[in-house]
């Protein structure tokens, strides 16, 4: 736990650098930031040391953003103002109205 501390302290300037790059929004972007780090610290232990770690953080972090980032797009409001009006069936509603009001005949019978 020490050495991710010290990953923590070392490199969260430059990952919060990177994603504040990415999102233009500070807020966000130590939202990602910590999110980023709460990822690298689960699964610390697949670091394979191929790069240099802050490649590594730095990619996680992208990764995180653009997850991120498609879930907002999804919960974006949808415009319905921009969706024309529709129609009303009136030859269905219309049919659906009689064939109630022979069935309610009928039942009477």
Same mark, same amino acid.
């Given at each position: 736990?020490?050495? &991710? $501390?010290?990953?923590?302290? %070392?490199?969260?300037? @430059?990952? &919060?650098?990177? @994603? ?5 929004? $500070? #807020?966000?972007? $130590? %939202?990602?930031?910590? %999110?980023? &780090? *709460?990822? @690298? ?8 040391? $191929? ?9 996680? #972090? ?5 997850? %991120? !980032?498609? /879930? /907002? ?6 415009? *319905?103002?921009?969706?024309? !009006? ?7 509603? #219309?049919? *659906? #109205?009689?064939? @109630?009001? *022979? ?7």
């Amino acid at each position: 736990m020490k050495d &991710f $501390e010290k990953i923590y302290s %070392e490199y969260y300037d @430059t990952v &919060f650098r990177y @994603t504040l790059s990415l999102c233009k929004d $500070e #807020a966000w972007a $130590e %939202e990602i930031t910590q %999110e980023a &780090f *709460f990822k @690298t610290l689960k699964s610390i232990d697949t670091f394979r040391g $191929e790069y240099q770690l802050s490649v590594w953080l730095r990619q996680i #972090a992208k990764n995180t953003f653009y997850t %991120e !980032a498609r /879930r /907002r797009q999804k919960q974006t409001d949808f415009p *319905f103002a921009d969706i024309p !009006a529709m129609k009303k069936p009136s030859g269905i509603t #219309a049919r *659906f #109205a009689s064939l @109630t009001a *022979f069935s309610v005949h009928l039942m009477q019978i």
